[in-house]
Structures are given as structure tokens and as C-alpha cells.
């Protein structure tokens, strides 16, 4: 018992003196903290004293005296926007100034360096054709001034507008080298080799279009885009072959082989101006973009079949007909190809493969180079373009997921292939070669027939369901021109065709009925 109760009076005591610890320790706090506080109250008056004896002396104009908070206001307001705008200036100068250069500089230096590695590694393989005066020397050259004149004209913003677009700065960097003396005999580029970037150029841009078509749209519109794809191109080439024939006295044949070279639309233009708007869903609900993708795609169809229509009848010997009837076999024989690699490309490569948009990608890229290329070599320039549509449109069907990634790497190939494109078409015309009286002639009879052809647009779909604005803008959007023109200005040297200005491009520069006999001598034809 003795023990016991020793054991809980000496914890009962211990309790009690934690508690007494514990009370001693809170009063201290306590007492620590009004110190603290009357330390505090006992500085305060002094430092608003200081305040008020230094506010009570200053003085602002119109009698006014500043207070108390608008000092301090001002204070604030003006001490750290001295640093800061000191502190600019110098962050910017030692960016500029480091050692190692960094920021702009920097790029700059990047840039250049990397295109004189490639020069040095092409000219380590080639030798003397990428020395001035050969042809790759001549293409690396055009394109790095093209990428370089397209990125200072998305430079340029006026008030109000958008960016300029690139392709500008690409075309007039391509026409100021081919005409400067100086630098045109430095650059000298083969026509094949020329011919052959433009196609692939044109292969790229097509399968693009193909890609960016909505079938559902497509679908809905189908009467509005069969309307577009013959009506507008139709009526241009009729108006500029009959405008020819009484202005310039060309035959009949030339004159529609004329119209139809002016009568195609630039997919070039059209196609990645269509993507962007798509992108941003403007006009999707009522599938604008893919109306003009498609219609003005099977617009080109129609202008390079007809083109090749009107060509084999003006150097054949055989019946019209038979020119006639090899046009259809060439849309015939597109659409089919276009079918059977499309579904060939939608199940190759398998799904369960690594790295499949890549190889899908590559898979759609090469067949349409290989289409547009192999079919001019077979004799049917005018089924590459369709096939092309055909293909990468029925392959995108079902790629319902990688769909996008796959327009992302086929817009990469767009983006190097398109200097060269517009930078060839640049160079493509020749001022010395041009006549005045010609030129005039040329867009008199291409600016009538655009008017006309824009009318003619407003009126097919006018019954579509579309605004006013919406009508005003599908009736517009077909003026640019440039890539089928190019690709068929010349029509394999059968016959002559001089570029025509920036608007024209390339327009036929055939001269008068005299000039039409002597070349149908030189070639062996009957006129």
C-alpha cells in the first residue's frame, strides 16, 4: 500500500508540474509578444512623424498639396520602372554580345552554317555541277533565296490585312534571278530536272487535297461540286478561245487549247489556303473548304484533259474522235488506278506495324509522284492528277486516327517542295522575251475571261444554300494561277508558249496565223 500510493502522489506531482511548465511557457509567449508589439507601437509615430513633417513640405502645382498615399503611390509607381527599363537594354545587348553568341545572332549563324555544309557536301559528291553555272549549283541556289524571300514577305504586315503570303516573296525572288543579267548566267537549271520538281511539287499538293476532303460534305454537296468541276472551266476556256481567235487570229484549235491552259485554277494556291480555313473551322458547317478542294481538283482534271484534247487534235492526223475518246479513257483510266492503290494504301502497311504513320506517309507520297510521272511516260499526262485525288482520298477513309499526323508530314514535304515550285515559275519568265502588244492582248482576253468565269461561278451556286458572302467567296477564290499552266505551257516542244506576267503566268504567246504555219512545218504537221 505504501508503495502504491508513493507511486501515484509522485505521478500526480509530476502531472502538476507539466501543467505549471506548460502555463509558465504560455504567459512568456504572451509577454514576449506585447514587447514586441509596444516596440512597434513606439516606432510607429515616429516614422509617420518623419512622413508628415517631409509631405508637409512639399507642394504641387495649381496649389495643390500631395498627400501621404499619393507620395507613396508615386514612390512605388516610379522606383521599379527605372531598374526595369535599365535592365532591358542590357539583357538584350549581352544576349546579342555573349560569347558564345545566343538569341538571333546565333540563328543566323546556325542557318548558315548548315547551308554551307550542304553546298560542301554537294559539291563533294558532284564536283563541278555545284560550281556557279551548273544545275544543282543553280538549284540550291534558287531554293535557299526562294525560302529566304518567302520568310521576308510573311514579314511584311499591313494594317488591317494578314501576312503577306510566302509564295509571293518565292515568285518575285525567282523572277529577279532569271532577270539580272549578272545572276542569270551564273544559274543556269536543266528544264528536266525542272520539270520533274514541278510535277513532284504538284503530286504533294494533289494528295493533300485528297486528304483534306470531307466525305460527309463531299457527300452533301455533290450536285454543287459537279457543277463547279465543268461549269466554270468550261466557260472560261470557251470566252478566252473565242476572245483569241478574233484578237490574236489563232485557229479555233489553239484557241481552246489556249483557253483550257488558262481555264485550270493553281491547286498550289487554293489547296493550302482551303487547309487553313478548314483548320480554323471557317465555312466547315457548310463544307466550303471541301468544295473548293474537290471542285477546283477536278477543275484541273478537266483543263489538263481538255488541254491534251485539243493538242492531239491540232498535231494528229487521226480523227477528232479518237482525241475526244482518248480524253475520257485518261479520266477512266485515273479514277480506277487511283481506286486500286487507294485500297491497296488503306491496308498496307498493317496496323499492327511500328512507326505506321511514317510508313503510311512515304507509301502515299511515292505512289503519287509515281502516278503523275508514270502516266506522262505511258501517254496519259491527264490520269496522274486524278489518280493521285482518288487514291489519297479513298486512303484517308480509314485512317480515321492517324489521319492528322499523316497530313502533318505530307505538309512538311509541301513546305520544301514549295520554293521550289514557285521559284521555278518565277524564273520561268523572261522579259526580254515578252512583247508589248502581246502582253496586252494576253490580259485583255485573261481578264475578260476571269470576270466571266466569276460570274458564271456565282450563278451555279446560287441555289446551294449559301450566303451572300459565302457565294461572293467560292466565285473568287478560283482567280489564282500558276502550277498547270507551267506544267503545260510547253507541251513537250510541240508547240511554243511564252510566259505572260505574274497574273497570266504562263500564258500562250502562240503569235499570229503566219507564225502557226511555220511551226507546224518545223514540227512536220499539216496546217
Not at 189 to 205: C, N
Not at 292 to 317: E, H, P, Q, R, V
Amino acid at each position: 500500500k505504501f508503495e502504491f500510493c508513493s507511486a501515484r502522489d509522485a505521478c500526480t506531482y509530476m502531472i502538476s508540474n507539466l501543467g505549471k511548465m506548460a502555463e509558465d511557457d504560455l504567459v512568456a509567449k504572451t509577454e514576449d509578444r506585447a514587447s514586441s508589439a509596444s516596440v512597434s507601437n513606439d516606432v510607429l509615430p515616429a516614422h509617420h512623424t518623419t512622413k508628415e513633417a517631409d509631405a508637409s513640405d512639399t507642394k504641387v502645382v495649381d496649389g495643390n498639396t500631395q498627400t501621404e498615399t499619393t507620395a507613396l503611390l508615386n514612390n512605388s509607381a516610379q522606383q521599379p520602372q527605372e531598374p526595369m527599363a535599365e535592365s532591358k537594354t542590357p539583357g538584350r545587348l549581352k544576349q546579342i554580345c555573349a560569347c558564345p553568341p545566343q538569341g538571333i545572332l546565333a540563328r543566323m549563324i546556325t542557318y548558315g552554317a548548315a547551308v554551307v555544309l550542304i553546298w560542301a557536301m554537294v559539291w563533294s559528291i558532284t564536283g563541278q555541277e555545284c560550281l556557279p553555272g551548273g544545275n544543282l549549283f543553280g538549284i540550291l541556289f534558287l531554293f535557299f533565296f526562294a525560302v529566304m524571300g518567302g520568310k521576308l514577305m510573311g514579314l511584311i504586315k499591313l494594317p488591317g490585312l494578314p501576312p503577306l503570303p510566302p509564295l509571293l516573296g518565292m515568285l518575285l525572288v525567282g523572277f529577279l534571278l532569271r532577270n539580272i543579267p549578272s545572276v542569270s548566267d551564273l544559274i543556269q537549271i536543266d528544264m528536266k530536272w525542272s520539270a520533274a520538281l514541278r510535277s513532284i511539287a504538284l503530286a504533294i499538293i494533289l494528295a493533300r487535297a485528297g486528304l483534306g476532303l470531307d466525305p460527309k460534305a463531299l457527300k452533301k454537296l455533290k450536285a454543287v461540286c459537279l457543277r463547279l468541276s465543268f461549269g466554270p472551266c468550261v466557260t472560261e476556256a470557251c470566252i478566252a478561245a473565242v476572245l483569241s481567235h478574233f484578237l490574236m487570229h489563232l485557229p479555233w484549235t489553239w484557241g481552246f487549247l489556249l483557253g483550257f491552259v488558262l481555264g485550270a485554277v493553281s491547286p498550289a494556291v487554293v489547296v493550302p489556303s482551303m487547309l487553313i480555313l478548314q483548320a480554323g473551322g471557317y465555312g466547315v458547317d457548310k463544307g466550303v473548304p471541301t468544295l473548293l478542294m474537290a471542285a477546283g481538283s477536278f477543275d484541273d482534271i478537266l483543263a489538263i484533259t481538255g488541254f491534251n484534247t485539243c493538242l492531239g487534235i491540232a498535231f494528229s492526223t487521226g480523227s477528232t474522235l479518237f482525241s475526244v475518246l482518248r480524253g475520257l479513257l485518261e479520266v477512266t483510266i485515273g479514277i480506277a488506278a487511283g481506286g486500286l492503290l487507294g485500297i491497296f494504301v488503306r491496308y498496307f502497311p498493317s496496323k499492327d506495324q511500328v512507326s505506321i504513320v511514317w510508313k503510311r506517309a512515304f507509301f502515299l507520297v511515292g505512289l503519287s509522284v509515281f502516278a503523275v510521272f508514270c502516266t506522262v511516260n505511258l501517254g496519259f499526262p491527264g490520269s496522274g492528277g486524278l489518280c493521285t485525288i482518288v487514291l489519297a482520298f479513298l486512303a484517308g477513309l480509314s485512317w480515321s486516327d492517324e489521319k492528322k499526323e499523316v497530313e502533318k508530314i505530307i505538309g512538311v514535304a509541301w513546305e520544301i517542295f514549295q520554293p521550289f515550285l514557285f521559284g521555278l515559275i518565277g524564273a520561268e519568265i523572261s522579259v526580254v522575251s515578252l512583247r508589248p502588244e502581246t502582253v496586252g492582248l494576253c490580259v485583255a482576253t485573261l481578264s475578260i475571261a476571269v470576270v466571266i468565269r466569276i460570274i458564271a461561278t456565282f450563278l451555279l451556286v446560287s441555289f446551294a444554300g449559301f450566303e451572300l458572302k459565302e457565294k461572293i467567296f467560292i466565285a473568287l477564290a478560283w482567280i489564282p494561277k500558276a502550277t498547270v499552266q507551267v506544267e503545260y505551257a510547253f507541251a513537250e516542244g510541240q508547240c511554243l508558249l511564252q510566259p505572260r506576267g505574274f497574273f497570266i503566268y504562263h500564258c500562250a504567246d502562240i503569235g499570229e496565223r503566219g507564225q502557226y504555219f511555220d511551226y507546224c512545218k518545223e514540227f512536220g504537221v499539216g496546217g
